[in-house]
Every structure is written in C-alpha cells, then in structure tokens.
C-alpha cells in the first residue's frame, strides 16, 4: 500500500517550507518515525519522520524545492521496515555505502575536488556525508602537486623544432562556491532590512559592574547546581532585570499596529541563539512568573535544541522584548538589531577587568557593556537611557531584584 509523505503544520502562519537534505535515498528501507527529510521554514529547521515502515519509493520533491503544507513530497510503500534478503552467491552491498550517501551540497563539493562519498567519513545521520566533511577531509588530505620541469626556451623538441613558451600557470586559491541561501537565511536577512527601513531605530550605550553576580554565583553555585541541576549563570539576573524595566518603561514591551500602539501586560522574553544555520530566537514564555532555576533551565535547552535543530517553530513565535548576547563570542560592543515587530532588545557584552573610579579610588572591576537599541517611533530618549540604567542597578545590585523593590 503506497502511504503519502506530508508536509505537516510547522506554525500558525506558516504556508510554505523548503525541502533540505533528505536523509534516506529512493528504495532505501525505512523504520517508522526514522527522519526521512529536513524542512526548513521560515523560523526553524524540521526533521520530518516516516510515518510507517516499509521503502522509500519516491522522491517527489528534491533537496531545494519549496513545497505546501499538505503537499505529499515523497511515496512510501508500507512493509516491515526490514532489508531485503541477499540472492544466494550475491555480494550484500556493505554497510558503508549507505552511510556514504552524500547531501546534495556535499556532492557538488566532492565533483569540484574529484573525491568520492565513499573517501569520506559522514558524520550526519546513519553516517551521511556533509559538506563540512568533505572541506575537513581536503584540509586533512591536501592535492599532491606535480613538480613542474623547468624546460629551457631554446629546447629542441622532438620534431626538431624549439619549445613553446611556459604557459603560465594558473593561480590557486581564487576558486567562488555558490551556495543557495536557506529559507531561515533568506528570511533573516529579510526581517533585518525590514527592521531597519520600517522602524526609527537608535542604540544607547551603558556599562555593568558585575562584581555582585560573580560573588553570589562563587557563594551559592555548588548548592544551586545540586538543588536545580543546573549552573547559575548571567543571563538569569539579565533577564530578571529587563523584566523589571520593561515593568518600570512599558512602552520598550509594546508594538504599534497600523496606527495603534499595543501594550502587552506579559513579559515573553526572546533569547538570541547562534546555530550554524544562522540566529533564532526562542521566546521564554511568561519569563515574569519564572524563577532564577527555571529560566537557567530554560535557556540550556533552548541553545541545546536550537543547535541540534530541533526548537518547534511555534516556541519562535511572538515575543515582546529580545535579549542577544554578543560577549560569548568575544564582541566588546556592538548595536544589536531590534526584532520586529518589537520596539527593544538588548545587546550584552564580553566582560573585562577594567580599572574604574569607586568612592575616588581607582580599582578594578569585572565589566560588561551593554546596549539597548530601541524604537524612537514609540519610545522616547529619556525612556531608554532610564530604561537601561534601571537594567544596570538591577545587575549592580542583584537583592533589589529578588526582594522586587
């Protein structure tokens, strides 16, 4: 019995996907909920499982294609799920030429450095090949490159006459790869644009001591970590202190619809995660009602998932306020983009000892820059700068958030 391929709802607003890599080729035997194909959307990349065993009869839909949702992108036939038996006196094709199987994009790279699947260690799915393992492997097993003879110009060749001219040889190293940008990429890219040509977008710059965290964080780490099975980090008493300035300057938690401005009494906090297929930004849920353990517990799994490309496109969706950290990649300062439709987001920063003035004395500190970007349309000047100074003292002075004062 043929069983259809689907695309399934991946989000609310979300009509179409993009075919990526499939996992299986046609005739290979499937297990059910084996991942058969990525799909990426606008938000988030899915894997998408059989939903039967049996054999990949047909793909309907190439690495690259767009598709619907509803739309069938691949022909299953039910069976077992189990591989075929070998003819007597047959050769079983071993093992390694399945795993072997190249993604499309790592084909076009082994035909440009004349490699096969098979020279290649996959380390994707069932052992699959990637374009990274193919640039690994050539940066491990360079081209040996021919001596070239040096031939005297006035050589006689064998037909007595004298030698052509070297030609010149052609320099390496200049050669272009062309590589179709995602459907996560593209809209990326596209948001970002939009951001900066639809909104009056300013950034004001501010500096935290975080010499009070670093203390709470050495006195109650072993005893937080035991109680919740997590670190306690930053980005806890970050969030926690947005939270208490977003309470205090409301118009950085808004929007403006058409010609509306809307206020959202909830606080969904989106937290920028840097995966190899670009920026998300899971939204932290009523961030307001959670707690120091929960919000750490929160964010390990968001990076954990968004990394191994398993965040649900619905957990990327609204939002009300965005915090990035830059400082994880050594970035000291830098002015972060606001997320639409958001009207804020917060740039944090690498910390440095630096030497600053306290009480007239000249000492040294644990620093961090921070950045608020905001939208002038709905917030004012004064609102930010007092908006992040609030955030500052929140950090600076960690009791005054947990006594919400």
Same mark, same amino acid.
């Given at each position: 019995?043929?069983?259809?391929?689907?695309?399934?709802?991946?989000?609310?607003?979300?009509?179409? %996907?993009?075919?990526?890599?499939?996992?299986?080729?046609?005739?290979?035997?499937?297990?059910?909920?084996?991942?058969?194909?990525?799909?990426?959307?606008?938000?988030?990349?899915?894997?998408?499982?059989?939903?039967?065993?049996?054999?990949?009869?047909?793909?309907?839909?190439?690495?690259?294609?767009?598709?619907?949702?509803?739309?069938?992108?691949?022909?299953?036939?039910?069976?077992?799920?189990?591989?075929?038996?070998?003819?007597?006196?047959?050769?079983?094709?071993?093992?390694?030429?399945?795993?072997? /199987?190249?993604?499309?994009?790592?084909?076009?790279?082994?035909?440009?450095?004349?490699?096969?699947?098979?020279?290649?260690?996959?380390?994707?799915?069932?052992?699959?090949?990637?374009?990274?393992?193919?640039?690994?492997?050539?940066?491990?097993?360079?081209?040996?490159?021919?001596?070239?003879?040096?031939?005297?110009?006035?050589?006689?060749?064998?037909?007595?006459?004298?030698?052509?001219?070297?030609?010149?040889?052609?320099?390496?190293?200049?050669?272009?790869?062309?590589?179709?940008?995602?459907?996560?990429?593209?809209?990326?890219?596209?948001?970002?644009?939009?951001?900066?040509?639809?909104?009056?977008?300013?950034?004001?710059? !501010?500096?935290?001591?975080?010499?009070?965290?670093?203390?709470?964080?050495?006195?109650? &780490?072993?005893?937080? &970590?035991? /109680?919740?099975?997590?670190?306690?980090?930053?980005?806890?008493?970050?969030?926690?202190?947005?939270?208490? +300035?977003?309470?205090?300057?409301?118009?950085?938690?808004?929007?403006?619809?058409?010609?509306?401005?809307?206020?959202?009494?909830?606080?969904?906090? +989106?937290?920028?995660?840097?995966?190899?297929?670009?920026?998300?930004?899971?939204?932290?849920?009523?961030?307001?009602?959670?707690?120091?353990?929960?919000?750490?517990?929160?964010?390990?799994?968001?990076?954990?998932?968004? /990394?191994?490309?398993?965040?649900?496109?619905?957990?990327?969706?609204?939002?009300?306020?965005?915090?990035? !950290?830059?400082?994880?990649?050594?970035?000291?300062?830098?002015?972060?983009?606001?997320?639409?439709?958001?009207? +804020?987001?917060? +740039?944090?920063?690498?910390? &440095?000892?630096?030497?600053?003035?306290?009480?007239?004395?000249? %000492?040294?500190?644990?620093?961090?820059?921070?950045?608020?970007?905001?939208?002038?349309?709905?917030?004012?000047?004064?609102?930010?700068?007092?908006?992040?100074?609030? %955030?500052?003292?929140?950090?600076?002075?960690?009791?005054?958030?947990?006594?919400? %004062?």
């Amino acid at each position: 019995m043929a069983i259809e391929l689907k695309v399934p709802a991946v989000g609310e607003s979300i009509t179409e %996907v993009e075919i990526g890599d499939w996992l299986k080729a046609e005739g290979a035997t499937v297990a059910k909920d084996e991942n058969l194909v990525v799909i990426e959307t606008e938000k988030a990349t899915v894997e998408l499982p059989a939903p039967a065993a049996g054999q990949l009869t047909k793909i309907l839909k190439p690495a690259g294609a767009t598709a619907k949702v509803g739309e069938t992108i691949a022909l299953l036939a039910a069976g077992q799920g189990e591989v075929a038996s070998v003819p007597p006196g047959a050769t079983p094709e071993p093992a390694a030429a399945t795993r072997a /199987r190249p993604t499309p994009l790592a084909e076009k790279v082994l035909a440009e450095h004349g490699l096969r699947a098979d020279e290649v260690a996959g380390t994707g799915p069932g052992g699959r090949v990637s374009k990274a393992d193919v640039l690994r492997h050539v940066q491990e097993h360079p081209p040996k490159e021919a001596v070239p003879v040096a031939v005297p110009a006035d050589a006689p060749t064998a037909s007595g006459g004298l030698a052509a001219p070297a030609a010149t040889s052609p320099s390496f190293g200049r050669e272009q790869q062309v590589v179709r940008m995602s459907l996560l990429r593209r809209t990326i890219a596209r948001r970002l644009v939009e951001a900066q040509h639809t909104a009056a977008l300013l950034t004001t710059f !501010n500096e935290v001591d975080l010499s009070s965290i670093l203390a709470l964080r050495q006195q109650y &780490q072993e005893s937080f &970590q035991k /109680r919740y099975g997590v670190k306690l980090g930053f980005m806890s008493f970050f969030v926690k202190a947005v939270i208490d +300035g977003l309470k205090q300057f409301p118009g950085l938690n808004a929007i403006i619809r058409d010609s509306d401005i809307v206020y959202h009494n909830y606080h969904d906090i +989106g937290l920028a995660v840097s995966t190899d297929r670009g920026l998300v930004v899971p939204v932290l849920r009523d961030a307001d009602r959670l707690s120091f353990a929960e919000i750490e517990r929160a964010i390990m799994e968001f990076a954990q998932r968004a /990394r191994d490309g398993k965040i649900r496109p619905e957990e990327l969706e609204g939002g009300t306020f965005t915090i990035t !950290n830059g400082g994880v990649f050594g970035s000291l300062l830098s002015t972060p983009l606001v997320n639409p439709p958001q009207s +804020g987001i917060l +740039g944090m920063h690498a910390i &440095q000892e630096r030497p600053v003035a306290v009480n007239g004395q000249v %000492v040294v500190r644990p620093m961090m820059y921070v950045a608020l970007t905001y939208d002038h349309r709905i917030v004012d000047g004064k609102e930010a700068v007092l908006f992040l100074r609030r %955030v500052k003292d929140g950090v600076e002075n960690p009791a005054r958030l947990l006594l919400e %004062v």
